[in-house]
């Protein structure tokens, strides 16, 4: 099992509802991490996981809430979002921690999840 | 924080045509990354080449990490291989991948 998955695929939700984003990886990867991705911008990180504890927080504001349960699961939970928070969010993984050389340091994308705030 | 610029932002194509794209980042890295993302937005690994040079089919790769750019080769374009691309770079005593802008590839029939 080579690959990240990521449900739901699409999400809609109403500003004060509550959702979560859920990304998996089977592939004994060490660290998870979420992205959000508007239109036409690049990735931007929002949060880094290392051997399941929180290492990086961008800033990201407290109505995105990242878990990690386990080795191979990340999820996002979301509460009241605004419009503006409407993006592909990307799950990613990576087999090592820290300051690797080689293919320990390479990220792996999932498909993503589109969610539109209304 | 290292910067990533890429090259050109644009490029249209006709279906056969050789292509080059180019990367260049602003400090020493010991990740670069180069993706393909498709319409439905899925971020392909196409190279990981933080130095050297990698073949894929039709698709290579080169970085010189001393000059700090990497350059994306595309030849006999289809039109399969639209989409953005993205260079990703991470500085050695970094921790985070930093993206560029991307370039934004049509290949028409």
């Known amino acids: 099992d080579t690959e990240v998955t990521q449900t739901p695929k699409h999400l809609v939700m109403g500003m004060t509802n509550k959702k979560s984003l859920k990304c998996e990886q089977h592939m004994g990867h060490r660290a998870m991490y979420w992205y959000k991705q508007k239109a036409k911008k690049p990735p931007e990180l929002m949060f880094v996981?290392?051997?399941?504890?929180?290492?990086i927080n961008e800033s990201v504001p407290s109505r995105f809430s990242p878990e990690c349960p386990n080795s191979s699961l990340l999820n996002l939970h979301l509460h009241a979002l605004q419009p503006e928070d409407s993006a592909l969010y990307l799950c990613?993984?990576?087999?090592?921690?820290?300051?690797?050389?080689?293919?320990?340091?390479?990220?792996?994308f999932g498909p993503g999840t589109r969610l539109t705030v209304l | 924080g290292i910067q990533v610029e890429q090259s050109p932002p644009d490029l249209i194509l006709q279906e056969g045509a050789n292509s080059t794209l180019r990367c260049n980042f602003s400090d020493s890295v010991n990740n670069l990354q180069w993706f393909h993302q498709n319409p439905w937005g899925q971020l392909i690994n196409l190279f990981y080449i933080p130095s050297g040079t990698k073949q894929n089919g039709r698709l290579s790769a080169t970085t010189v990490a001393t000059e700090r750019y990497s350059l994306l080769y595309i030849s006999s374009s289809q039109t399969t291989d639209s989409g953005v691309y993205f260079c990703a770079a991470k500085e050695t005593s970094g921790s985070r991948l930093t993206f560029g802008e991307g370039t934004q590839l049509t290949v028409n029939p």
């Open positions: 996981y290392s051997y399941e504890k929180l290492s």
């Open positions: 990613a993984s990576r087999p090592g921690v820290g300051l690797f050389r080689g293919a320990q340091n390479e990220q792996f």
